[in-house]
């Protein structure tokens, strides 16, 4: 089972920006196709973003398309989040997370391996 930490997140001002960052280590990263979910207080695990294993292609929830990126770097077993206009809306705990699976899904179920997340505070 692959090991995900997060790191990046932080405080940040309406419309600014954060990059996440997510070290995977004990498995290549190169098995797996990763997402980034988020979780508000009071609220259920959402998905975010999600990447194909060789990092070919992408896809995203509706309320962060054109602000936020995924990408990845194999070789270096990372995986980024790169934020931008963000909104007190975006305000949760921002978590890596990988599938063994077929790529493309949006549940949480389909992701075995989860990092222990890290806040992300958008102020107004």
């Known amino acids: 089972q692959v090991t995900l930490v997060e790191s990046g997140g932080g405080l940040v001002q309406t419309g600014g920006s954060l990059t996440l960052s997510c070290a995977a280590s004990g498995r290549p990263l190169s098995n797996y196709n990763m997402g980034w979910f988020r979780q508000a207080p009071g609220k259920e695990r959402e998905f975010v973003a999600g990447?194909?294993?060789?990092?070919?292609?992408?896809y995203y929830a509706d309320s962060v398309k054109g602000r936020f990126t995924i990408s990845r770097t194999n070789a270096q077993n990372m995986v980024y989040l790169q934020m931008n206009s963000l909104t007190p809306e975006d305000t949760a705990v921002f978590y890596c997370a990988a599938a063994g699976g077929r790529y493309g899904s949006r549940a949480a179920a389909d992701f075995g391996s989860w990092g222990q997340g890290t806040q992300v505070t958008v102020s107004s």
């Open positions: 990447i194909h294993w060789g990092g070919s292609a992408t």
